[in-house]
């Protein structure tokens, strides 16, 4: 009981830190006695992330009674450009407890070239997580992180609308565009768009050429010394974009008013059928209609584009680094994954676990389970896909020219690999 009291009180500080502090603020509880004490450093302070954090670290002390975890979470103010991955930096130069860290992949491709992290690959979660999620794991094959769950991109269909005009789910493009027809012949809004999101057509129709290929460690390895240009790849998916422009299914200058974030807010029932988000954003309290997720629309089939949520490194300075693989290894256990699954709504990383997800889910899960996957980012490549394919797309969007976009892409991969 020592242990949920503790943490009780330490979330309610997270809180207030998170609602009152004009200055960025690390939160450590005191370390308990008679116990190890691990660090476990997040950017969260989401009141949903601390409860479930909780909940947690009460059952791993339960399960390990002499290993106390101290929850930190640091949230940045606008007042400063220092991020998560500052303060990890000045705590490692500083000597200072830094155990286990939440980080996104960059920063963990980044921390291994230097030798800051903890091989993890003799953990039994290791050997448990689906493909997609230890591909994402794995920097010069071995396992450095551990996430919680997977995120899916994906596509989301009004399906009253959709039944409205007789129409089932399109499983591939051509599908997708006669749906499109239809609904634009009949009055409807085909496509609700935003700034960035409508980019995920370009991963679908472009780069998944690189990852769904038995060619693909030969493609980065060219794409990374300038042989092959990533246009060669990409141009696919900016003409399917500009086709949804041209055939007027997709109006770019109202996808330019909206941020992703908006979704829920122009997706009525009105508004249209097809909209670009991802697995955990859209619940049944913020729609008035029946809805599903399904996958990115390619010539031969759906893809779903993935995202670890929430990985967990250990750094190689910690003073307990067995009591630090024992907590990480915590997050595959079946119990945690299911209430992480309750939690987010999001997809299982383990195979252990038999979950049963919201039947809203089930074509992105089928399409996971065959492996018809892609990660959102490839920090094997040496230049950046997902920001710069914001400014791509959106310029796509205001009315560039997709040779331009083109160009402009393998101007920033000609840049990134000299």
């Not at 860290?101 to 030798?115: Q, T």
């Not at 472009?206 to 246009?231: A, F, H, T, V």
């Not at 230049?383 to 920033?412: H, M, P, R, S, Y």
Request: aromatic share 10%; charged share 25%.
């Amino acid at each position: 009981m020592k242990m949920k009291r503790v943490c009780t009180i330490l979330l309610c500080f997270l809180l207030i830190a998170g609602c009152t502090s004009n200055k960025p603020t690390i939160i450590q509880k005191e370390k308990a006695n008679n116990t190890v004490t691990i660090n476990f450093l997040t950017g969260s302070l989401n009141k949903n992330v601390l409860k479930y954090m909780n909940e947690i670290m009460t059952d791993f002390h339960k399960k390990y009674p002499d290993i106390d975890v101290a929850y930190e979470g640091y949230q940045q103010n606008q007042n400063t450009d220092k991020k998560l991955v500052d303060v990890i930096e000045e705590r490692l130069k500083n000597d200072e407890a830094t155990d286990v860290a939440c980080m996104d992949v960059k920063n963990i491709f980044d921390f291994v070239d230097e030798g800051k992290l903890v091989d993890l690959s003799d953990m039994p979660f290791a050997n448990q997580m689906v493909d997609i999620a230890k591909k994402d794991s794995t920097v010069n094959g071995k396992v450095y992180s551990v996430p919680a769950a997977l995120v899916s991109y994906c596509m989301v269909i009004n399906m009253d609308m959709l039944n409205d005009c007789g129409l089932s789910k399109p499983t591939n493009w051509d599908e997708f565009l006669h749906c499109c027809e239809v609904l634009k012949q009949k009055g409807y809004r085909p496509i609700v768009g935003t700034r960035k999101f409508m980019k995920l057509i370009i991963y679908a129709g472009g780069l998944s050429q690189i990852y769904l290929s038995e060619q693909s460690e030969e493609y980065i390895k060219k794409l990374n010394n300038g042989e092959i240009p990533i246009s060669d790849f990409t141009r696919p998916g900016f003409e399917m974009l500009q086709t949804l422009i041209d055939k007027g299914y997709l109006d770019p200058e109202e996808a330019l008013k909206y941020d992703p974030s908006e979704l829920s807010d122009i997706y009525t029932k009105d508004a249209g059928c097809f909209a670009f988000t991802y697995s955990s954003y859209l619940n049944t309290d913020q729609l008035d209609f029946n809805f599903a997720l399904t996958g990115l629309p390619m010539k031969d089939g759906n893809i779903a584009l993935i995202a670890s949520d929430r990985r967990m490194s250990v750094f190689s300075k910690s003073k307990h680094i067995e009591e630090c693989k024992k907590f990480v290894d915590y997050f595959s256990d079946e119990n945690v994954q299911k209430k992480t699954m309750e939690t987010f709504g999001k997809f299982p990383a383990y195979t252990n676990a038999d979950i049963q997800l919201d039947e809203r889910l089930n074509d992105l899960q089928e399409i996971i389970t065959h492996g018809n996957t892609m990660l959102i980012q490839d920090y094997n490549l040496k230049f950046e896909q997902w920001a710069n394919l914001d400014t791509l797309c959106d310029g796509l969007l205001a009315g560039k020219t997709v040779d331009e976009q083109l160009a402009a892409f393998d101007a920033i991969q000609q840049k990134a690999i000299k």
